[in-house]
């Protein structure tokens, strides 16, 4: 509610006094949000920079940052973050194949949810590294399992979230639908498709969560190049630093991913976006 | 012409809800179906757009045997069921998506222009009024021009003057290309405003009771004598539906009357 004042004062004229302080305010707010993280961060630099502590175990900020530049004047850290982006964007990419064609199809066709719903709701039950064993047995312990662990991983939410999505479609406008007497195909894309595109995204977004973790666990089982290999590595030779360098760029690398759905979603839901805005002014 | 003959609806739980309903509808006309709840007023009304199928009975319109959706029928709802990602303009061409992109335009725009909402082309359906989304949802009915239009209780969610300004702009629209209107309605009021004939039902299992002839020229004065006495009149025949005793109506009228439930 306070985020709306400044654009309620200024269409008001008498407010142009009171308006300075909420404009501060507003780039204020946010950046309370990064307060904390940055203090502790310049406090531990200054411990570790006065000798309180050699910063052996817990590297301060600027070690870490030099860990990733000399891995990227080594050409190194690019090598393992296109080996963990590949693996990551085709275990997403069957992964989202996966579960939203068998999402569509439980969602829309009753007889088929009830048939397959159950093994997949059984499936989900099992903590998906349990797999691992298996998958390295019948599929090496090269790119192919690590890539299935990462699908299975997206699976999952991709496949409720759409059949979710397509069972919670408000009858009445698929009703508007049959009036218009669309049938079949054009009822998918101009009735259901349209109505379920929120609900994608947000799995969408949840699935490729998950895959970032999947990655990490399958590449910690056995890799020689990856993030998740930077980690174990960083563990096996007692460099921390390279484990924080690491733990950092995926979170870069998550948030980035994130966005680019985000952005890439936008202009299918601006009619949601309207609302916020609406609601907002 | 609408010919409903002997249209019966048992719904699988065993609710008889509509049991031999006939009536003849000449093309143009204005009926308003009024009656007690669980009278089959909405039964009936989807029996006729073809979204539901009677269990027995007929719905021809110009001797085509209707049992699903029509291009010929329109029907607008309780609800404006506007689609909430199409803007404005986009919702009411929808119906109009066979049509070339400039002649559906030209109609949107005009269509648009006709209910008041020029300055709203561009507008999401969740930042209109609730009468304002009613009535873009009028106009993506009547855009495909249809023969028939059904109407379920469609102002019945709104304030008394939006509804008042809807039943007029109604009329307005339907001079236009004059198409039968078939209207569910609960208000007394509303039927005798806009009906050329007033069917009403009654209930358990819904059937015909009882229909009156509104000979009222129009525009029509809600605030005359004889407009107070065909409601009356409706009313009268409403209470006996229901087996109620009829109140002696020379009686002095409250304001509490004018709305039947």
Partial sequence: ?281 | MLALDRVSKTYPNGVHALARFSAEIRQGEIIAIIGGSGCGKSTLLRAIAGLDRASSGTVTLDDEAISSPHAKIGIIFQEPRLLPWLSVADNIGFGLADLPATERREKVARALDRVGLADKAQAWPRELSGGQAQRVAIARALVPQPEVLLLDEPFSALDAFTRRDLQDHLLDLWADTRPTLILVTHDVDEAVVLADRVLVMRPRPGRLFDQIEINLGRPRDRNSSLFETFKRSVLTSLDRSLDRRVPDRDATQGPGQAMWW
């Fill in chain 1, 1 to 281: 509610m306070i985020s709306d004042a400044p654009v309620l004062q200024q269409s008001s004229d008498t407010a142009e006094s009171a308006a300075a302080p909420s404009r501060l305010s507003r780039y204020a707010r946010p950046m309370l949000g990064v307060l904390l993280p940055v203090t502790l961060a310049l406090g531990w630099e200054l411990v570790v920079w006065s000798g309180w502590s050699n910063g052996r175990l817990v590297p301060p900020p600027s070690r870490i940052f030099t860990t990733i530049t000399e891995l990227a004047r080594s050409g190194e850290l690019v090598r393992h973050i296109a080996a963990t982006l590949w693996r990551v964007s085709l275990g997403f990419a069957f992964g989202v194949v996966a579960g939203t064609l068998l999402g569509a199809i439980s969602g829309y066709w009753s007889l088929a949810r009830r048939l397959l719903d159950p093994t997949v709701q059984a499936l989900r039950a099992i903590p998906s590294l349990a797999w691992v064993p298996l998958f390295i047995l019948w599929l090496g312990i090269f790119e192919t399992s690590k890539i299935a662990l990462i699908a299975v991983g997206v699976f999952f939410p991709v496949y409720l979230g759409v059949m979710g999505a397509i069972l919670s479609v408000d009858r009445k406008i698929v009703e508007v639908g049959r009036t218009f007497r669309l049938s079949g195909f054009a009822m998918i894309r101009r009735i259901l498709l349209p109505a379920v595109l929120p609900a994608y995204v947000v799995s969408l977004r949840v699935g490729l969560g998950l895959g970032w973790m999947f990655v990490v666990a399958a590449e910690l089982i056995g890799a020689s190049e990856g993030l998740g290999y930077l980690l174990l590595d960083g563990q096996q030779l007692g460099k921390p630093a390279q484990i924080l360098a690491a733990i950092v760029i995926f979170a870069i690398l998550g948030k980035l991913t994130d966005w680019l759905i985000e952005i890439a979603a936008g202009p299918f839901l601006r009619w949601q976006d309207a609302f916020g805005r609406a609601k907002g002014a």
